[in-house]
């Protein structure tokens, strides 16, 4: 069984950085792709980016591109999303979720295993 634990979030303004971890256990990152998503309140859930343990990463959506990069620390255990240059509508309870396929899928949300949110709220 795998676990993720998410960190990281808080409230910065506009412009500010914020980097989120995801710690693993239970399993080693070099057979688990990783993605990140978020869900504002009243909006669906969003894939944010994906990283495959095959070493490929995506970004889906265009108003992260540049901004968010998703990385990982195999000695860790641990999947980071470096977001910079925040905006208020970055505000979301950020997911980071994992499966065992070796690819990782813009809007591909069937992975097996789900850590807990950790609220970013970005003030203007």
């Known amino acids: 069984q795998v676990q993720l634990v998410g960190s990281g979030g808080g409230l910065v303004q506009a412009g500010d950085s914020l980097r989120l971890s995801c710690a693993a256990s239970?399993?080693?990152?070099?057979?688990?792709?990783v993605a990140w998503f978020r869900q504002a309140p009243g909006k669906e859930r969003e894939f944010v980016a994906g990283?495959?343990?095959?070493?490929?990463?995506?970004y889906c959506a265009d108003s992260m591109k540049g901004r968010f990069t998703i990385s990982r620390d195999i000695t860790k255990n641990t999947v980071y999303l470096q977001m910079n240059s925040l905006k208020p509508e970055d505000t979301a309870n950020y997911y980071c979720?994992?499966?065992?396929?070796?690819?990782?899928?813009?809007?591909?949300?069937?992975?097996?295993?789900w850590g807990q949110g950790t609220q970013v709220t970005v003030s203007s």
């Open positions: 990283n495959s343990w095959r070493g490929d990463s995506i």
């Open positions: 979720a994992a499966h065992q396929r070796p690819y990782t899928v813009c809007g591909d949300s069937r992975y097996d295993y």
């Open positions: 239970g399993r080693t990152l070099r057979s688990l792709t």
